[in-house]
Structure formats: structure tokens, C-alpha cells
């Protein structure tokens, strides 16, 4: 039987307090409609070009504005590399690539200089998608090595590109954010990078803060202007004299720079040479190019290069031997060389 007496109290109290609206979640997706921060991420990266982005992230996260959640996935084979040592020393939660990774776990992935390509399934753990920092302006030097191929190329400005990430595709995604960089003429590769490193820092901030605006208004790369960047090999630091001036390999030394040595031969064996300048005097001398001279004064190694002008060689290492100065190696070699032999090929 109901009791009633029950049953008028329950109502009553249901009465008296307020019914509230059903609560609907709102609908998320890659474009970041629905979404605000603060933003739950995973950050892929490998090396001291990704430390400056994630170094920035740990402090947007320290603050807990922008940030509330921040791991980070990486590879390690037998050396730990830059970044799991940074995360390491930090206490960031540090997870292994491929990630095992449950749907909804994490907003957003940001790679940065991460060297694998992303599969979809990786992907789409991530409700707004994967962002990437390159450091060219895309569409110009997609690849692995953009610092590089644009230094090489003796360009004067490059940039910043924040980009979303496609499956197993590099750096043709719709972009967010561009900054350029305009390259002072004796910058060289490690100075370059910090600089491009310490920007792309700050520019994948600035879409953090603004993530849902910037994806909806992310553009598609331009059609023109498309060029690449792959991964250097050692064959790529080898010196043409015939054909290269010595511009040209001026600014290959500034692209490889903490990277690789240029290399030539010396009687058929393998030399590096390392602090490689343009010649001060701006001579012109009509020798055929590779011809060796060695200047007393400057103590440096003078090369006839393509435009009949000099490149000068501070050290050089000759295969499996010690590496010496110009002194030493014009005392040890050339000066028991005869003149028509004098040559780098």
C-alpha cells in the first residue's frame, strides 16, 4: 500500500527545488568549433629544434591558462635524444612512439622536428588533429632538412609555418600561422635554427591561444612555389670545384655547419675541411678551379673555386688522420707536391 504521507514530501521537496536544463555536450571537431582552452596535449619531438616549442608549452602549462594537460612522445632506440632528457628532467609523463592512445585522452598534437610520418589512426585519437612547426615558408622547403636547403640556396628570408597535419604525408597541410625571418648574410646553420626555433615557439603559442578561430580559418598551402627539403646525406657536402663559385660554397658551409664537413680529395683520398670563409681581398685570378695555395700571413689554405675566386680553408682532415691546420697540412703535403699537382677534385 502507498503511503501517502511519503509520497506528499517527496513531491513537495521535488517541487521546491529548482529543475535544471539538460546539459548537452558540445559537438567537437577538427576544425574546433565548440572547443576552448584550457587544452589537453601531447607534444611529439626529437631534438634541440622541438625544445624550444616544448620548453614554451611547459610554461603555458606551469600557468595553467592555455595548458592543464601536457605529455610528451618520443623515440629512443639506445641514446636518449633532447627532448626525452628535457621531459625526463621536468617529470613530463613520457610515452613511446607509436603512442597507445584512448579517443578523447588529449585535444591536440603538436610536432615539432619529429622525423616520422603520422598514420590517421594516430591522428583522429586527437578530437581538433595533429599541428606541426616547420621551419621554412611552406609551400617553399618541405622535407627534413628546410634550415638547410634554404641556406644552401643562399636565400635571405625564411620563416615560420604552423600547419595541420595529413596522414603519412610531410608538410602539406592548411596552414594557420606564418612568421617570416629575414637572414643576416653571415648567419650559419646552428645560429639560424635557435632563431627559426625560439619563433616557431612563439608563433605554435599565439594558435594555442587562439586554436578554434585558427583552425577554422586555416588555408590551403599555395600551388606555386612548391619546393623540397629531403633528408642530407653525406654526398651533399661534397665540393664541385669546376662548377661551384664561391658563393655557392660559402653557403654550403653555412648550411652545414655543426652538421657536416665539406668535403673534396686529395690524391684520390677523402679530405673535410672545416671553417670555410669567402676570400676578403676579392681577387680574381685566372687558375683552373681546385688549385691550392697556402697563404703564410692569414695561415689558411686558399682554393681557386668556378668565378676565379678563393675560398679559404682554416683546417683539414685528411681520411682516418688527425685533423690539422692549413699550416701543417701546406708543411706535410703540399709543399712535396708539385705545382701541377696542387688540386682538390
Not at 83 to 100: C, G, H, M, S, T
Not at 306 to 328: L, P
Request: contains cysteine; glycine residues 6%; proline residues 6%.
Amino acid at each position: 500500500m502507498i503511503n501517502k504521507k511519503k509520497s506528499i514530501f517527496y513531491l513537495t521537496k521535488l517541487f521546491q527545488e529548482p529543475i535544471l536544463p539538460i546539459q548537452k555536450t558540445p559537438k567537437r571537431s577538427s576544425s574546433g568549433d565548440g572547443y576552448k582552452p584550457p587544452w589537453k596535449i601531447l607534444f611529439f619531438g626529437a631534438d634541440n629544434f622541438s625544445l624550444f616549442s616544448l620548453s614554451a608549452l611547459l610554461n603555458e602549462y606551469r600557468k595553467g591558462e592555455t595548458i592543464n594537460k601536457l605529455e610528451v612522445c618520443t623515440s629512443v632506440k639506445k641514446i636518449k635524444n633532447d627532448v626525452y632528457k628535457f621531459a625526463e628532467k621536468e617529470n613530463l609523463r613520457i610515452r613511446q612512439w607509436p603512442p597507445d592512445l584512448s579517443q578523447n585522452e588529449f585535444d591536440t598534437g603538436l610536432v615539432v622536428s619529429f622525423g616520422h610520418l603520422i598514420p590517421r589512426n594516430v591522428i583522429e585519437r586527437f578530437p581538433l588533429g595533429m599541428i606541426n612547426v616547420h621551419a621554412s615558408l611552406l609551400p617553399q622547403w618541405r622535407g627534413a632538412a628546410p634550415i638547410i636547403y634554404c641556406l644552401a640556396n643562399g636565400e635571405n628570408v625564411t620563416g615560420i609555418s604552423v600547419m595541420k597535419i595529413e596522414p603519412l604525408k610531410f608538410d602539406v597541410g592548411k596552414i594557420l600561422s606564418q612568421n617570416s625571418f629575414n637572414i643576416p648574410d653571415d648567419m650559419y646553420m646552428p645560429e639560424l635554427s635557435n632563431a627559426l626555433g625560439a619563433l616557431g615557439a612563439k608563433e605554435l603559442i599565439n594558435c594555442l591561444k587562439d586554436l578554434p578561430n585558427r583552425l577554422i580559418n586555416a588555408k590551403p598551402q599555395s600551388e606555386n612555389g612548391i619546393s623540397y627539403a629531403p633528408k642530407v646525406n653525406p654526398s651533399f657536402a661534397q665540393i664541385d670545384w669546376k662548377n661551384m663559385t664561391s658563393i655557392k660554397i660559402f653557403n654550403l658551409e653555412r648550411a652545414l655547419r655543426g652538421f657536416l664537413p665539406l668535403t673534396s680529395t686529395w690524391k684520390g683520398e677523402i679530405v673535410k675541411f672545416f671553417n670555410v670563409h669567402k676570400c676578403q681581398d676579392g681577387s680574381v685570378i685566372q687558375i683552373k678551379p681546385g688549385f691550392i695555395i697556402y697563404d703564410d700571413e692569414l695561415r689558411v689554405l686558399k682554393v681557386c673555386c668556378a668565378d676565379n675566386k678563393y675560398v679559404t680553408i682554416e683546417k683539414v682532415q685528411i681520411f682516418q688522420k688527425k685533423v690539422m691546420s692549413a699550416k701543417d697540412f701546406n708543411n706535410g703535403y703540399l709543399k712535396k707536391t708539385p705545382l701541377e699537382k696542387r688540386y682538390f677534385l
